[in-house]
């Protein structure tokens, strides 16, 4: 397969969009340090799961990235639990939408803290070891907002405009020794997420579900449905291939359209 011999830390992958790249890596071969806030014996269950599909070897590292000790501890004990991984999937993300006159400190510093400054702190300690071994791959899981705005995403904005401008510059850290660096930014997504966005839409059709659906993807998705979380697991697959090993610094959008607009 075409991961063999590659360990993956997947940052958020007990559920959403990181369990379909962890899934998808499995698939492909590679072992995958899975990573989460739930207790040791759920994340061990959910590697257990993750491990069987690919008859590789998985493991759970439990970490709080809001707790910059822990977000600084994360690739050490990710390293023990099986080895230092040579691919890094930054994902582990949050989301709070309000108006920034009254958005809330304290949401902005833990989007900061989660959504990027924790994929600093696992980039700088896992290159190092991929440096050494003369192969790397990062991939952050960014947003269409790390390309384009909409309101009351202040502190998802600046943290993710930031993480595709920090993946760009250690991608030129890093060009000429194997290891390459890029971002997803992946559209509407059908994950816990965006739950809160989707109950405040309905809201605005009394309750309706899916007529708040609809009316956030004609509002900014044209192929009007929500992406399979397995769609960023597919791409981030490909972007950790061989074929992949000539792109590096780039934000891929997918996103069904939305940035093309
Ligand atoms: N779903 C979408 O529409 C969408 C669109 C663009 C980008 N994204 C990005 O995709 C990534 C994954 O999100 P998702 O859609 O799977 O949502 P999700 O809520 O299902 O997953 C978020 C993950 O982050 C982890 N996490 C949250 N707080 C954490 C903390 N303090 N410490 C450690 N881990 C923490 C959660 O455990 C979870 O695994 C995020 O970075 C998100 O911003 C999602």
Request: charged share 15%.
């Amino acid at each position: 397969m075409m991961l063999n011999g590659h360990t993956a830390l997947v940052t958020g992958s007990t559920q959403g969009i990181g369990l379909a790249i962890a899934q998808a890596l499995a698939r492909a071969g590679a072992d995958v340090i899975l990573h989460g806030i739930e207790d040791d014996t759920e994340g061990r269950a959910a590697a257990d799961r993750v491990a069987a599909l690919g008859g590789v070897r998985c493991a759970y590292v439990r970490a709080d990235l809001a707790q910059v000790d822990e977000a600084v501890g994360l690739l050490a004990a990710a390293s023990e639990e099986l080895r230092a991984p040579d691919i890094l999937i930054n994902n582990a993300g949050i989301q709070h939408t309000c108006p920034i006159e009254s958005f809330p400190l304290e949401r902005w510093d833990a989007i900061l803290a989660v959504n990027l400054s924790a994929a600093f702190l696992a980039m700088q300690a896992a290159l190092p070891a991929m440096r050494a071994r003369g192969w790397g791959r990062i991939v952050n899981i960014a947003s269409v907002h790390g390309l384009v705005a909409s309101v009351n995403k202040a502190a998802y904005l600046a943290a993710k405009h930031g993480l595709v401008g920090l993946s760009k510059g250690v991608a030129l850290e890093t060009a000429t020794q194997g290891i390459t660096v890029n971002c997803i930014c992946p559209g509407w997504t059908d994950t816990a997420i965006i739950q809160p966005q989707i109950e405040a839409r309905a809201r605005q059709f009394g309750g309706d579900r899916q007529a708040g659906i609809r009316d956030l993807l004609q509002e900014k998705q044209p192929n009007l449905s929500l992406l399979p979380p397995e769609r960023i697991g597919d791409v981030a697959v490909f972007l950790c291939s061989d074929a992949a090993a000539g792109i590096t610094g780039v934000a891929l959008p997918v996103d069904g359209g939305w940035t093309a607009q």
